[in-house]
């Protein structure tokens, strides 16, 4: 068990979700990775904090009434400057769909659209610098942007990041890796012709676990679904699953995690 006290710039460092039942969502979410919450003030419209062994691991919040966009895992890229980081994305081809904003004393933001179509954040960090607990059960451990054109994608992040984009020698599978110096950052995955063609690029996060298979009848047991059943990787196993309310995400028990060489 580590705890991140700042992540690089480029790297993606917080995901959150909004939620059309937050009470609900508490329940689920602190069932399933074992999270405690620590709920925000009303000005910051409760926003709240998931804990990990008293650490940071993700944000929840309640989606706002009458809200047209579908309960989604949102990813957020660090980033130094979220105004140099708009001109950036626009520069490259993306859209901006919430201007930098400040948000107290915790930071600024924005919101993005790359070419592709894929929604993400940046995070300019001031007193909250992103998840503290990583890549260990109950955390994010893995982040990937599936797309219908992951060559556009993948020059995209990487002219806006500063990130090197690698080809991934799978079979049958067309995967580029994004890499800030020796840090791996996340994947690009083109969607095939196996994907529902209503289904829209979009980012997924990862979520360690220690045992897949009872992480999963843990999520049928609390409502939710597994969309694609349990299969094996050289990196671990793996499933995509949706809480009750729609937010996709995929669990996963990696072959080896940096926590697990600490004993």
């Known amino acids: 068990m580590s705890t991140v006290v700042r992540h690089t710039p480029g790297t993606l460092s917080w995901v959150d979700l909004m939620t059309p039942d937050f009470e609900g969502a508490l329940k689920f979410y602190g069932s399933l990775f074992g ?50 980081i708009a001109a950036s994305v626009r520069a490259n081809g993306g859209q901006i769909m919430m201007e930098p904003m400040t948000v107290g004393d915790f930071g600024r933001m924005l919101v993005a659209v790359d070419p592709t ?66 840090k791996t950052v996340g994947g690009v995955l083109q969607m095939n012709d196996h994907w529902p063609a209503d289904i829209p690029p979009h980012w997924m996060t990862y979520f360690a676990v220690a045992d897949l298979d009872a992480s999963l009848a843990k999520v049928a047991e609390l409502g939710g679904k597994v969309c694609v059943p349990p299969f094996a990787t050289p990196y671990g196993r793996q499933s995509v699953v949706t809480d009750p309310w729609g937010a996709t995400f995929t669990l996963m028990t990696p072959a080896r995690l940096p926590s697990q060489s600490a004993g």
């Open 35 to 84: 999270w405690a919450f620590d709920v925000g003030p009303p000005e910051f419209h409760h926003y709240t904090t998931c804990k990990l062994g008293g650490r940071s691991a993700a944000g929840l919040s309640k989606r706002p009434e009458g809200a047209e966009f579908p309960p989604v895992w949102s990813v957020y890229f660090d980033g130094e400057d979220v105004g140099q």
């Open 117 to 182: 179509g894929a929604v993400f954040g940046v995070w300019e960090p001031k007193n909250h610098t992103g998840a503290q607990a990583v890549e260990e059960p109950g955390a994010m451990v893995w982040h990937e942007v599936n797309t219908r054109d992951h060559k556009k994608a993948a020059d995209f992040y990487a002219r806006v990041f500063g990130l090197e984009a690698r080809k991934l020698d799978v079979p049958g599978v067309e995967y580029m890796t994004l890499h800030k110096g020796q």
